[in-house]
């Protein structure tokens, strides 16, 4: 584990929505302010099954994380864009399954950091720790001593990224930044990849992302074809790139996670 300093209260901007707290309210947490939860209520009342998309999303991620776990022999997660703990998290999962399991988590949210505590809670076999980073500067989470110091990237590495590139618009370069923590991973290693898709509602999804705009969060959602570019080169685990409910559902499906209620790609990829 790792001593993490606690952001003060000033450090923690309560004038702005953040995504991750946003999130939590869809989750049906508790760590969110009023304008994380004024701007989700925005998001709700123009996408209202939000809730069951994002609820389907944390089942899609609990699923393959299993999957990698149990079947690929998965022993090292780096998780980006973690979110307010919510249980079970990613680690739970993992070394459930396999409980020398190893797990990295990294956000930019200071109250992801506050609750840090939660994502360390390692089995005595294992080991999690947090890095406080951002995904759109990929060479300080690859550079970082804690990472070194938790995964070995000589060995297999389950790379993370649910339901956060819709929040890298282009001008981000996100292509470029998951090839750029792809290529720092070995042979052998995952992408788990979910992100948001107007594919079944356009209109509906433009108001969306006007929304997390107008809130100063930037989103872009992105076509079938755009989500696949992120698994060039990696070999796609079967189903392919799904709506997250129908890759390998296991009867925990939710009631109304129809496609557009949803209205997210998901995929598994192994890089040869």
């Given at each position: 584990m790792?001593?993490?300093?606690?952001?003060?209260?000033?450090e923690i901007?309560?004038?702005?929505?953040?995504p991750?707290?946003m999130y939590d309210f869809?989750?049906?947490?508790?760590?969110y302010?009023?304008?994380?939860k004024?701007?989700?209520a925005?998001v709700?009342?123009?996408?209202?099954?939000?809730k069951?998309?994002a609820?389907?999303?944390?089942l899609f991620?609990?699923?393959a994380t299993r999957w990698?776990a149990?079947e690929?022999?998965i022993?090292?997660?780096?998780?980006?864009?973690?979110?307010?703990?919510?249980?079970p998290?990613?680690?739970q999962?993992?070394?459930?399954a396999?409980a020398?399991s190893?797990?990295?988590?990294?956000d930019?949210?200071p109250?992801v950091?506050?609750?840090?505590?939660?994502?360390m809670?390692?089995?005595p076999e294992?080991?999690?720790?947090?890095?406080?980073?951002?995904?759109?500067?990929?060479?300080?989470?690859?550079e970082s001593e804690?990472?070194?110091?938790t995964?070995d990237?000589?060995?297999?590495v389950a790379l993370?990224l649910n339901?956060?590139l819709?929040?890298v618009?282009?001008?981000?370069?996100?292509?470029?930044?998951?090839?750029?923590l792809?290529?720092a991973?070995?042979?052998?290693?995952?992408?788990v990849?979910?992100h948001?898709?107007?594919?079944?509602?356009?209109e509906?999804?433009?108001?969306?992302v006007d929304?997390?705009?107008?809130?100063?969060?930037p989103?872009?959602?992105?076509?079938?074809?755009?989500?696949?570019?992120f698994f060039?080169?990696l070999e796609l685990?079967?189903p392919?790139?799904?709506?997250?409910?129908?890759?390998?559902?296991?009867g925990t499906a939710?009631?109304g996670?129809?496609d557009?209620?949803v209205?997210?790609?998901?995929g598994?990829?192994?890089?040869?």
């Amino acid at each position: 584990m790792t001593d993490l300093d606690q952001p003060s209260v000033d450090e923690i901007d309560t004038t702005k929505p953040h995504p991750a707290r946003m999130y939590d309210f869809y989750l049906q947490g508790k760590d969110y302010y009023e304008v994380d939860k004024a701007a989700a209520a925005h998001v709700e009342s123009v996408f209202p099954t939000i809730k069951t998309c994002a609820r389907t999303n944390r089942l899609f991620m609990h699923r393959a994380t299993r999957w990698l776990a149990a079947e690929a022999g998965i022993r090292q997660f780096l998780d980006i864009g973690t979110g307010i703990p919510t249980r079970p998290n990613l680690h739970q999962i993992a070394q459930e399954a396999a409980a020398d399991s190893r797990v990295v988590y990294v956000d930019n949210d200071p109250v992801v950091l506050r609750h840090a505590e939660a994502l360390m809670r390692s089995t005595p076999e294992g080991r999690t720790t947090y890095i406080q980073a951002d995904v759109r500067d990929p060479k300080t989470i690859v550079e970082s001593e804690e990472l070194h110091r938790t995964i070995d990237l000589t060995r297999p590495v389950a790379l993370s990224l649910n339901a956060l590139l819709h929040f890298v618009p282009d001008e981000f370069q996100p292509y470029d930044t998951v090839r750029f923590l792809l290529d720092a991973l070995p042979s052998g290693s995952y992408l788990v990849l979910s992100h948001c898709t107007p594919d079944f509602a356009p209109e509906m999804w433009a108001r969306v992302v006007d929304v997390y705009r107008s809130g100063g969060i930037p989103a872009q959602v992105r076509s079938r074809d755009e989500v696949l570019r992120f698994f060039d080169g990696l070999e796609l685990v079967e189903p392919g790139l799904a709506v997250p409910h129908n890759w390998r559902p296991d009867g925990t499906a939710l009631p109304g996670a129809s496609d557009a209620a949803v209205s997210i790609y998901a995929g598994v990829a192994r890089k040869p």
